[in-house]
């Protein structure tokens, strides 16, 4: 089990920049595959991006490439979420996540979560 902190949320403007940061306990962390999801106000939580253990395979839900960016630092057992143009949409609570695979992040079924961290983009 692995434990996550996330950080980096806030109220930014629309068009505006913000990264997210997670950082995990353990010191098995460069095992994990790690991602990112969100929760918007009467939506359930959806997928946004996943990280293999080795930092070169990510991937992203597909309305979101180009914007969203995620990247890894197994030294320093942190996983970070770049958010460009980000839209009032874009709007949630973001939570970080740890699975063995990034398909498990993709369909959710992750069993570690972060408390997450809550991003408000104003128009």
């Known amino acids: 089990q692995v434990q996550l902190v996330e950080s980096g949320g806030g109220l930014v403007q629309a068009g505006g920049s913000l990264r997210l940061s997670c950082a995990a306990s353990?010191?098995?962390?460069?095992?994990?595959?790690m991602g990112w999801c969100r929760q918007t106000p009467g939506k359930g939580r959806e997928y946004v991006a996943a990280?293999?253990?080795?930092?070169?395979?990510?991937y992203y839900v597909d309305y979101m490439k180009g914007r969203f960016t995620i990247a890894r630092d197994n030294a320093k057992n942190t996983v970070y979420l770049q958010m460009n143009s980000l839209k009032p949409e874009d709007t949630a609570v973001y939570y970080c996540?740890?699975?063995?695979?990034?398909?498990?992040?993709?369909?959710?079924?992750?069993?570690?979560w972060g408390q997450g961290t809550q991003v408000t983009v104003s128009s």
């Open positions: 990280s293999r253990w080795n930092g070169c395979n990510t």
């Open positions: 996540a740890a699975a063995s695979d990034t398909d498990t992040i993709r369909t959710m079924n992750s069993k570690d």
């Open positions: 353990g010191r098995t962390f460069s095992r994990y595959a």
